[in-house]
């Protein structure tokens, strides 16, 4: 099975950035894309971005599309997301995590596995 080990989360400021890894290990054979997601306290995971393993295609959620950007270094098996702009509703923490299925697109958390431990990501206002 593929492991996920994220890291790069901090503290910022609002309107600052920050940029996440997501190292991969293990079975990485098979996925079909790696996808960004978020849980703030008290809420369910949240879809933040998802890229396709075959073609690179991507996928942002409306709340940070234009300020977030997902891309993956297929050599070093690293994913990063690129997060600038960051506001105070950011603040959470992020995980990377994988899909299997072929086809759809989409950073539907229940749609994927193997999720790693997550990093806190906190915008300070």
């Known amino acids: 099975e593929v492991q996920f080990v994220e890291s790069g989360g901090g503290l910022a400021q609002a309107g600052g950035s920050l940029t996440l890894s997501c190292a991969a290990s293990?079975?990485?054979?098979?996925?079909?894309?790696i996808g960004w997601f978020r849980q703030a306290p008290g809420k369910e995971p949240e879809g933040v971005s998802c890229?396709?393993?075959?073609?690179?295609?991507?996928y942002y959620s409306n709340t940070v599309k234009g300020r977030f950007s997902i891309s993956r270094d297929k050599a070093k098996n690293t994913l990063y997301l690129q997060m600038n702009s960051l506001k105070s509703e950011d603040t959470a923490v992020y995980f990377c995590?994988?899909?299997?299925?072929?086809?759809?697109?989409?950073?539907?958390?229940?749609?994927?596995?193997?999720w790693g431990q997550g990093t806190q990501v906190t915008v300070a206002a």
């Open positions: 995590a994988a899909d299997y299925r072929p086809g759809i697109l989409a950073p539907e958390p229940s749609f994927f596995d193997y």
């Open positions: 293990g079975f990485t054979k098979d996925i079909n894309a």
């Open positions: 890229i396709s393993i075959s073609d690179s295609k991507t």
